[in-house]
């Protein structure tokens, strides 16, 4: 990830409608599994600290840092509410037992080791933390690389379906409190988009949803 993905992200709809349901759905996650003030947050992936900002504002966090491995990334960064540190998922540069909540937006499709980020999530999250995922369904990210939708943004190295996402996590300690998809494949285009989500999945038709989110629980100590 670098500037020119912020670059692409920012001039382009699709992308921008794309990063709010994404920011809307994990703050909502948030305040549903994990509600209180002055919580710590880390957040993987936070590119120039765009949905830290947010979050942080909206959760009133008592700690709120990302960790980023561009430096580029960082430094287009103008949040000067939280921090920033250049660090990648696999090897997380904090003690054992310090974040309340771990997230990671569109993030665990980048990875090359995906086990080893879940190891080092469950050793920073303390007791009864929750780690907040994101991911693309395989399905849409096959179709956004055959019509070009995905061009001037990083392509993933393996993509994974909602159920897949909820056993790499209880394989890796952790036990899941919410695993459904969200997000029309509409991009935002469709007039009253929430409530046909919302009927959809009252009907079960929520497979049809662009985004997994995934909300789970470090079951340390348990």
Known sequence: MDKIYIENRDKSYINRY???RRMRQILSAIQNYKPGEGLSLLEIGAADGILLEFLHRNLNLGKAIGI???LECIQVGKHKSVKLV???GERLPFRKDCFDIIVAASVIDHLTDVNMFLN???RVLKSNGI???TAVVPFYDRLANITGLDKGLHSHVQTFNTPELKNLLEENQFKTLL???FALPSFGLLPFENAIEH???KLRLGFIMFYSLIVAENNSGN
């Open 131 to 133: 780690l907040v995922l």
């Open 86 to 88: 250049q660090a990648i």
């Open 68 to 70: 980023e491995p561009s």
């Open 18 to 20: 794309k990063l709010s």
């Open 120 to 122: 080092e999530a469950h």
């Open 199 to 201: 009927i959809l999945k």
């Open 179 to 181: 695993a459904e998809r």
